[in-house]
């Protein structure tokens, strides 16, 4: 006992926390059966794989409200736990296209998606065929030819009959010739395809976002060989091989593109609960996860066991924690708000509604504390190296923070911390890809934990049977650790490292 209380009193002084009662106590209420209890219900079947807007993810939220109210804590929308945010979905409900009065049919003959096609009818009496449409040091297929305002005609691949360029976004793929051809004034882009006819639906249904979509696209278009062939003045169908030895310029024929497309207006919910701090309660300290995940694909259900079902249970079992230890007398100085997030999997359209539209003022908030995916084991840990946790963000915006995460390791986790995804020249920019990246744009000190991707990562096989929960009672009960000394720090954090963070 009395290595203990003298452990506990060298962590307060160097970490500048008021002396209170031994956060391990409480930190034993986070247990592998209550995190399993917990994740089969939020992964589980009756949740519909907790797509953002639809049922599955209200069932989510309202489970996750029922636990916070069975804790004690308060809501963190006024009178509500739930803080409701609109979204807006694009979709396409039927398209058609015409060459010279010749009806086509959609995914046989040509596929649009919701973003690529304009709406209402459009007209066009001639197309500028320019063969592979590449225009960079090696080749112009644009020379002496004028595609302002105009229908663009462009086979894929390139000369040469390679058909998969190495760069997705090179000036051979089909993202750089769509774009080639917009730089250039075209109204639109015709992608002539031998993937036809299409064994998959083209997508209908457009991503959501926080804004009404105002403007048309300039169309962008995959076409069969058939619809290119009318285009180009043929009866017979060409090859893309043969419409390759053809003359670039324009060719005169009537295309139809006729779209009828509508904006759904969608809701979606952040749900969040507060312990309301002591001494210092006009100051926050947030522990986040985000609890949507991708729902029902081709009749398959997405379950997010570890995405991020294990993040989400993690915050629940960590609030349960901060409560127990308030029922001792043990509260936080600062007020702990624990929010799951919906949205992410659509663009961390939660947290970014949330940090243009704070409930608790930012400047206030000493940091968050992000869990997304802490129930795997990624393939670089095997074996005997399974205690670790990749640790991101704790070397930005304040120095104060990898100090405390060291140190509270050190003393009640002893797990590997592994930071390599803090290096900003790693491909994989994971500081960017979740929830804690909105808290850190307005200057919010952020952790994120993080256990790594693996083979089942946005795959309806990542379920609840496949999660290691001895190790996710580890790292949960290690963010729970991070954030008691976070809370009850005489000062807050400091904000002394420059926000300088590339565009995502």
């Not at 112009?140 to 691949?157: F, R, S, T």
């Amino acid at each position: 006992m009395r290595i203990i209380v003298l452990s506990a009193f060298l962590l307060s002084t160097t970490m500048g926390i008021a002396q209170k009662g031994d956060p391990a106590t409480y930190a034993k209420t986070i247990t592998m059966g209550d995190l399993k209890k917990h994740l089969t219900i939020v992964a589980g079947p009756e949740m519909e794989g907790r797509e953002t807007a639809m049922e599955g993810q209200r069932k989510a939220a309202a489970y996750l409200e029922a636990e916070y109210k069975r804790m004690g804590l308060k809501p963190g929308n006024g009178s509500s736990y739930q803080a409701n945010f609109p979204l807006y979905q694009l979709e396409l409900l039927s398209s058609k296209i015409s060459v010279n009065g010749q009806p086509f049919t959609a995914d046989k003959d040509y596929a649009a998606s919701v973003s690529m096609i304009a709406n209402g009818t459009n007209t066009y009496n001639e197309v500028v065929f320019v063969g592979y449409g590449i225009s960079d040091s090696s080749r112009n297929d644009y020379a002496n030819l004028d595609v302002k305002g105009k229908i663009v005609l462009v086979l894929e691949g390139t000369p040469g009959g390679n058909s998969g360029p190495a760069n997705p976004r090179g000036a051979g793929s089909v993202f750089g010739k769509m774009n080639t051809a917009r730089t250039k004034g075209a109204a639109g882009v015709l992608v002539v395809s031998k993937n036809f006819p299409k064994t998959t639906p083209s997508q209908t249904k457009g991503g959501m976002s926080l804004t009404k979509p105002t403007t048309e696209p300039a169309a962008g278009i995959s076409v069969n060989e058939e619809i290119a062939s009318a285009l180009l003045g043929r009866t017979a169908k060409l090859s893309i091989d043969q419409m390759a030895q053809l003359n670039k310029g324009i060719y005169r024929s009537e295309l139809k593109i006729i779209a009828d497309k509508k904006v759904n207006d969608l809701e979606s919910s952040n749900v969040i609960a507060v312990l309301p701090g002591t001494d210092k309660a006009d100051e926050y300290v947030f522990v986040t996860s985000h609890y949507d995940h991708e729902g029902i694909i081709n009749g398959e259900i997405y379950y997010g066991a570890d995405d991020d079902g294990s993040g989400t249970v993690s915050v629940l079992e960590i609030a349960e924690a901060f409560v127990a230890a308030k029922k001792k007398g043990d509260g936080p100085r600062r007020t702990m708000v624990f929010m799951n997030v919906s949205g992410e999997e659509k663009g961390l359209l939660g947290s970014r509604y949330y940090s243009e539209h704070p409930i608790f003022p930012l400047d206030k908030t000493t940091v968050d504390l992000n869990i997304d995916m802490v129930g795997r084991i990624d393939p670089t840990y095997k074996g005997d190296s399974m205690n670790y946790v990749y640790v991101i963000g704790d070397d930005k915006l304040s120095s104060d923070l990898a100090p405390i995460t060291n140190e509270v390791n050190k003393k009640y986790s002893n797990m590997e911390l592994d930071r390599r995804f803090n290096d900003p020249k790693d491909p994989n920019r994971f500081y960017y890809r979740s929830d804690h990246y909105n808290f850190a744009a307005k200057g919010v000190p952020v952790i994120f934990y993080f256990n790594g991707t693996h083979r089942d990562y946005h795959r309806p096989t990542d379920t609840v049977e496949k999660i290691n929960f001895d190790v996710m009672e580890k790292r949960a009960r290690l963010i729970y650790h991070t954030a008691w000394v976070i809370a009850n720090k005489d000062t807050m954090l400091k904000r002394d490292i420059p926000l300088n963070m590339p565009p995502r």
